[in-house]
């Protein structure tokens, strides 16, 4: 003769108190996300869970101030549930299906680090590799860069946009200690004035350089001079405006080792 074993919905097993022992067939275990098969201890509401193996749903909340995600399960109060911490991921167990994750990620350059954003959507790295990088043009008083590391520390590629508003010598753009060579694309508009230029630039010593310019255009009149030293290491393209009145410049620059 076969075994009989009580059966029911998930919903109807919450409402009894199986005898120590008895056991419990659900359902609908698939739609509820519980276990199939449950055992009676006489004091627990719907019995224990029999089968361990079995996965089950969870809810996701965030807890106050939204720094941590709670895991907590549908099934049971009693569930055991196990994350394993590593990757910068750590969870915090506390009672019963509840589990607190948190992160160790920093805006620091720091090795095997999640990454976070601080306060100011910036952060840290050292080299960073892509099959694309775009790069925005940034207008300022002072000299704005964006760098695309093309072939490691090989070469590197700046496109730098400054105003100038007096006829004093500026750099507008620098190649740092390791670039002995660096090639710049410039162009400078004061209101209909145009003049362009490109400037080729050789580290021969601790504080000089040569540089050449060629390639020169203008419409009306030249909008500045140019010269270039080493300065602290780095490379330097000097710029000294032929005019205090408002002058914009922007520099595509190429440097090598």
């Known amino acids: 003769m076969a075994l009989q074993l009580r059966r029911g919905t998930n919903a109807q097993r919450l409402t ?5 022992g008895e056991l419990i067939f659900v359902t609908d275990y698939a739609s509820a996300g519980v276990g199939t098969l449950w055992v009676g201890d006489g004091t627990t509401v719907g019995g224990v869970a029999g089968d361990t193996n079995t996965t089950y749903d969870f809810n996701a909340t965030t807890s106050t101030g939204g720094a941590n995600l709670n895991l907590v399960g549908s099934n049971s109060t009693t569930d055991t549930v196990k994350l394993t911490d590593g990757g910068g991921i750590t969870a915090t167990y506390t009672s019963g299906t509840v589990i607190t994750l948190g992160s160790t990620a920093t805006s620091a350059n720091t090795a095997n680090a ?9 952060f ?4 960073i590799s892509a099959t694309t990088i775009n790069s925005t043009n940034l207008s300022a008083t002072t000299v704005t860069a964006t760098t695309e590391y093309i072939t ?9 946009t400054a105003t100038r508003t007096s006829t004093t010598q500026f750099a507008l753009t620098t190649a740092d200690a390791t670039k002995d060579v660096m090639k710049c694309l410039i162009n400078m508009v004061q209101g209909s004035n145009f003049h362009c230029c490109e400037a080729l630039i050789l580290r021969t010593g ?13 419409n009306n009149s030249r909008l500045a001079n140019f010269d270039a030293n080493v300065s602290g290491g ?4 000097l710029v000294t405006p032929a005019s205090a009145s408002s002058t914009v410049f922007t520099v595509l620059r190429d440097s090598l080792a």
């Open 114 to 122: 999640i990454v976070s954003r601080d306060a100011s959507g910036n």
């Open 124 to 127: 840290s790295a050292g080299t």
């Open 152 to 160: 490691g520390t090989l070469a590197s590629r700046v496109v730098a």
């Open 234 to 237: 780095v490379l330097q393209l």
């Open 206 to 218: 601790s504080s000089t350089a040569l540089i050449t310019i060629y390639g020169e255009l203008f």
């Open 16 to 20: 009894i108190t199986p005898a120590n």
